[in-house]
Structures are given as structure tokens and as C-alpha cells.
């Protein structure tokens, strides 16, 4: 697609349920980001997909959160047994590789309010 | 840990007066650096970036300014205008040219007055 699309834009959830936010990159990036901004905060890195390399995952908060990004594409975030703190939007970003791989395209978010 | 800095939350301008946004970073490997911008209700946008080799880079009425010895860089927005009012995120990477993650600051809420 013509820029990176995230679903849903909305998500409210009770406590303890899980969540899945999904990310469609732009075609033909090879680089996926995952980003989010709490309340008053700047962007917190969460995870990078780079191709067929393995994730770097150094920046997911708890091992309720977990991603894959399936045939190189679409890429999914999962945060299990959600609390109040995950609260955020969740922010999607993709990029080229090479140079000029550093300016990311983003998404618009999905914004997950924990109840 | 903040390794990138954006110290003040929020700067007010006049409608074509400069405005000029501060970042600080602490990590010494970064040598690479970008300036974003944000509306409500959507994703960041890429405004203007500046490798450690240069010192300014300048793109329309956006000049970045890159001091390394003080670990600060700058935005310079001239003349400032209304529709520039945005949340401006400052953002390093320590691998210039490629793929590697971006950190970010807090983000500065810059508000342009008519």
C-alpha cells in the first residue's frame, strides 16, 4: 500500500484480556518497527524485524508482549493478560534497507486503552 | 535512562519568528539523527535528518544544527508558521546508513500563534 496501515485505530479491553494490533508496511520495506508512546512520554522502542535476520526484541517491557511478522510482511503485536500500564498507542514503522534506512514511515497507531 | 533529551515540553512562537527546538543526547555512538513531527491522531513524519559528518543541514524553512563536542543538536524553524504547530520528536541511531533502531525523545510541543 501507499503508506503503512495499522488495525485496529481503537482498542478498548478489560484488564487480563489479550490483544492483537496488526501492521500492514509499506511494500518492498524491509525493515519493521514497533514503537509506543504512553501518556506524556516519548516513542519507547518495542521490536525491529530486519528481513530474515532474528528480531531484536531487547526493547518489549514483559514476556506478555510478543510479535511476529509472518512472510516478511504483516506484522503482529500480542500483549497477553493486558494491565492498565500497557495503555498506548502503538506505533508502526517500516523502512528501507540501506541507505537513508533510518528515516522510518509510520503508521497512525492503535490506541489501547486498558480498563 | 534518556539517552536522547528534549528538556523543555513545550515552546510558543509568533506567526514568523524563529523557533528553535533543543535536543541533547548522551550516547556517543549516535551519529545519526532526525527530527520528527507529529499531529494528533496520527504517526510521526520524517522533517529533516544530519549525519555526524556534517554540522548543518538545512531543507526550505527546516535547518538542523549538529554539535558534537556538546552532544546537542538544534531545529531552526524560519519563519515559523501556524500550521507548524506540532509535537516535533528529536531521534539518534548509532548506525549511520543503516537499518537500526531509532531512539527517541519526549518530544516538544511547539505552538505557533497568528
Known amino acids: 500500500g501507499a503508506g503503512v496501515s495499522q488495525s485496529p485505530s481503537n482498542k478498548v479491553t478489560e484488564k487480563g484480556k489479550d490483544v492483537e494490533l496488526r501492521c500492514d508496511p509499506i511494500?518492498?520495506?524491509?525493515?519493521l518497527y514497533w514503537y509506543r508512546q504512553s501518556l506524556g512520554q516519548g516513542l519507547e522502542f518495542l521490536i525491529y524485524?530486519?528481513?530474515?535476520?532474528?528480531?531484536?526484541k531487547s526493547g518489549l517491557p514483559s514476556d506478555r508482549f510478543s510479535a511476529e511478522r509472518t512472510g516478511g510482511s504483516v506484522s503482529t503485536l500480542t500483549i497477553q493478560r493486558t494491565q492498565q500500564e500497557d495503555s498506548a498507542v502503538y506505533l508502526c514503522?517500516?523502512?528501507?534497507?540501506?541507505?537513508?534506512?533510518?528515516?522510518?514511515?509510520f503508521g497512525a497507531g492503535s490506541r489501547l486503552t486498558v480498563l | 535512562d534518556q539517552q536522547v533529551k528534549q528538556n523543555s515540553p513545550s515552546l510558543s512562537v509568533q506567526e514568523g519568528r524563529i523557533s528553535i527546538l533543543n535536543c541533547d543526547y548522551t550516547?556517543?555512538?549516535?551519529?545519526?539523527f532526525l527530527w520528527y513531527k507529529k499531529y494528533p491522531a496520527e504517526g510521526p513524519t520524517f522533517l529533516i535528518s544530519?549525519?555526524?559528518?556534517?554540522d548543518k543541514n538545512e531543507d526550505g524553512r527546516f535547518t538542523v544544527f549538529l554539535n558534537k563536542s556538546a552532544k546537542h543538536l538544534s531545529l531552526h524553524i524560519v519563519p515559523s508558521q501556524p500550521g507548524d504547530s506540532a509535537v516535533y520528536f528529536c531521534?539518534?541511531?548509532?548506525?549511520?546508513?543503516?537499518?537500526?533502531?531509532?531512539?527517541f525523545g519526549k518530544g516538544i510541543t511547539l505552538s505557533v500563534r497568528p
Open positions: 514503522a517500516s523502512s528501507l534497507a540501506g541507505p537513508g534506512a533510518n528515516v522510518l514511515t
Open positions: 511494500s518492498g520495506h524491509t525493515a
Open positions: 531521534a539518534a541511531s548509532a548506525s549511520n546508513g543503516a537499518n537500526s533502531k531509532l531512539t
Open positions: 524485524f530486519q528481513g530474515n535476520s532474528a528480531p531484536d
Open positions: 544530519i549525519s555526524s559528518i556534517k
Open positions: 550516547n556517543s555512538m549516535f551519529d545519526y
